[in-house]
């Protein structure tokens, strides 16, 4: 049975840093953070492919890096330069099919979220 277990949220001071991780054991094309702030769907934060290609939605603007390790099974989520807006639960996704188009788009693989909370 796949997993997926977020970890590594909490409490932060508007302009301050946070990093989240993920524990995944299937395989991967695609690790992904997505996040749901308050009154808002689900979003893409930022996206990963086993070779090593990135995306990042808009509004990161740059804060935020994402990594992995392959042979762990890892993501990372460093975000700096926090704001309120960045409150809200972040759910690491895992996609193993290689063939679904757009390439960043999201597996079926999700984790029950981490919370972030920002505060003023």
């Known amino acids: 049975q796949v997993q997926v277990v977020e970890s590594g949220g909490g409490l932060v001071q508007s302009g301050g840093s946070l990093t989240i991780s993920c524990r995944t054991s299937g395989n991967i094309f695609t690790l992904g953070w997505y996040r749901q702030t308050p009154g808002k769907e689900r979003e893409l934060v930022s996206v990963?492919?086993?070779?090593?290609?990135?995306k990042y939605a808009d509004f990161v603007q740059g804060r935020f890096t994402i990594s992995r390790d392959l042979a762990l099974g890892t993501v990372r989520l460093q975000m700096n330069n926090l704001t309120l807006e960045d409150t809200g639960i972040y759910y690491c996704n895992l996609r193993s099919d290689p063939l679904k188009n757009p390439w960043w788009a999201p597996g079926p693989y999700w984790g029950q979220g981490t919370q972030v909370t920002v505060s003023s």
């Open positions: 990963i492919a086993r070779g090593g290609g990135s």
